[in-house]
C-alpha cells in the first residue's frame, strides 16, 4: 500500500477530481464572486481543453528535444565545433522573443490554430534542451572517453553508448526545464485560435470573469507541478542506474 503515500499518485488524483468537479462547481464560485451571471467556464469542457494543452505541448515538446539535442550533438563533434557560439546565440534570441510577438509575426502567414502556437514553443523550448545536452556531453569525463576509444569504438558509438548515457541525467533537466516552460505558455496559444486550457483565461480576461482565469490557471499551476514531480522521479532514476551500473 506504499502507492497510496505516493505524492504524485495524490496530485494526479486531484487534478482528475477538479476536472470532472469545475462543471458542477456553480454553486461555489458563484458564493465566490456573486457578482458574476456565469461563474463556471463552460464552452468547452475541461476535459477536451486538457487533452489539447498536453497534445500542444507534446508536439512542440518533441520537435525542440530532436532540434535542441541533434544541434548539440552536431556542435560538439570536431566537424561542428566552430558553429557552437552561433548556435547557442540563434537559441538563445529565439528565447528573447515574446510568445505574443512569434504568434503575430506567424499567424498572418500560417493563420490561426495550433501551427504558430507550435512555432512559438519551439523556439521557447530548444534553448534549456540545447544548453543541458551541451552541458551533459561536456560532462563526460575524459578518461571514460579515452578507455571507450580504446576498446575501439567509432565515434557513432562513443555517442550512443557513452556519452548519451551519462548525459542522460543532465539532458533530462533541460528538457524538464523546457517543458515546464511550454506547459505555462501554451496557455496564450489560445489567443490564436488553439485550445488549451489558457482558453477560459483568455475569455476571463477580456470578460472581466475572474472566475474563469482562477479556473484556468489552477489547472496549468498543477499540471506543471505534476509534470515537474514526474520528471524529478524519472531523473532520480537515471541517477539510481547509473550508480548500479
Given at each position: 500500500?506504499?502507492?497510496?503515500?505516493?505524492?504524485?499518485?495524490?496530485?494526479?488524483?486531484?487534478?482528475?477530481?477538479?476536472?470532472?468537479?469545475?462543471?458542477?462547481?456553480?454553486?461555489?464560485?458563484?458564493?465566490?464572486?456573486?457578482?458574476?451571471p456565469r461563474p463556471v467556464y463552460l464552452q468547452e469542457?475541461?476535459?477536451?481543453?486538457?487533452?489539447?494543452?498536453?497534445?500542444?505541448?507534446?508536439?512542440?515538446?518533441?520537435?525542440?528535444?530532436?532540434?535542441?539535442?541533434?544541434?548539440?550533438?552536431?556542435?560538439?563533434?570536431?566537424?561542428?565545433?566552430?558553429?557552437?557560439?552561433?548556435?547557442?546565440?540563434?537559441?538563445?534570441?529565439?528565447?528573447?522573443?515574446?510568445?505574443?510577438?512569434?504568434?503575430?509575426?506567424?499567424?498572418?502567414?500560417?493563420?490561426?490554430?495550433?501551427?504558430?502556437?507550435?512555432?512559438?514553443?519551439?523556439?521557447?523550448?530548444?534553448?534549456?534542451?540545447?544548453?543541458?545536452?551541451?552541458?551533459?556531453?561536456?560532462?563526460?569525463?575524459?578518461?571514460?572517453?579515452?578507455?571507450?576509444?580504446?576498446?575501439?569504438m567509432s565515434g557513432t558509438q562513443r555517442l550512443l553508448?557513452?556519452?548519451?548515457?551519462?548525459?542522460?541525467?543532465?539532458?533530462?533537466?533541460?528538457?524538464?526545464?523546457?517543458?515546464?516552460?511550454?506547459?505555462g505558455t501554451a496557455t496564450i496559444a489560445s489567443t490564436?485560435?488553439?485550445?488549451?486550457?489558457?482558453?477560459?483565461?483568455?475569455?476571463?480576461?477580456?470578460?472581466?470573469?475572474?472566475?474563469?482565469?482562477?479556473?484556468?490557471?489552477?489547472?496549468?499551476?498543477?499540471?506543471?507541478?505534476?509534470?515537474?514531480?514526474?520528471?524529478?522521479?524519472?531523473?532520480?532514476?537515471?541517477?539510481?542506474?547509473?550508480?548500479?551500473?
Amino acid at each position: 500500500m506504499t502507492y497510496l503515500r505516493d505524492p504524485l499518485l495524490w496530485l494526479v488524483a486531484l487534478f482528475v477530481a477538479l476536472l470532472l468537479w469545475l462543471p458542477q462547481s456553480a454553486g461555489v464560485f458563484g458564493a465566490l464572486f456573486p457578482q458574476l451571471p456565469r461563474p463556471v467556464y463552460l464552452q468547452e469542457s475541461f476535459l477536451a481543453l486538457t487533452a489539447a494543452h498536453f497534445s500542444l505541448v507534446a508536439v512542440s515538446s518533441a520537435i525542440a528535444i530532436v532540434i535542441g539535442v541533434g544541434v548539440a550533438v552536431a556542435v560538439t563533434r570536431p566537424a561542428g565545433r566552430e558553429f557552437r557560439p552561433l548556435a547557442e546565440t540563434i537559441a538563445a534570441v529565439g528565447q528573447t522573443f515574446p510568445p505574443v510577438a512569434v504568434l503575430a509575426i506567424a499567424v498572418p502567414v500560417m493563420g490561426f490554430g495550433k501551427e504558430p502556437a507550435i512555432i512559438g514553443l519551439v523556439l521557447y523550448g530548444v534553448l534549456p534542451i540545447l544548453q543541458g545536452t551541451l552541458a551533459g556531453i561536456a560532462a563526460v569525463p575524459d578518461g571514460v572517453q579515452s578507455v571507450a576509444q580504446g576498446m575501439g569504438m567509432s565515434g557513432t558509438q562513443r555517442l550512443l553508448k557513452v556519452e548519451l548515457p551519462l548525459a542522460a541525467p543532465v539532458i533530462i533537466a533541460g528538457v524538464r526545464t523546457s517543458v515546464i516552460i511550454n506547459i505555462g505558455t501554451a496557455t496564450i496559444a489560445s489567443t490564436v485560435g488553439a485550445s488549451t486550457l489558457g482558453t477560459p483565461i483568455i475569455i476571463g480576461l477580456s470578460g472581466f470573469n475572474t472566475a474563469y482565469v482562477v479556473q484556468g490557471a489552477v489547472l496549468v499551476a498543477l499540471a506543471a507541478i505534476i509534470v515537474d514531480r514526474g520528471f524529478e522521479r524519472l531523473a532520480r532514476l537515471l541517477n539510481r542506474h547509473r550508480h548500479v551500473q
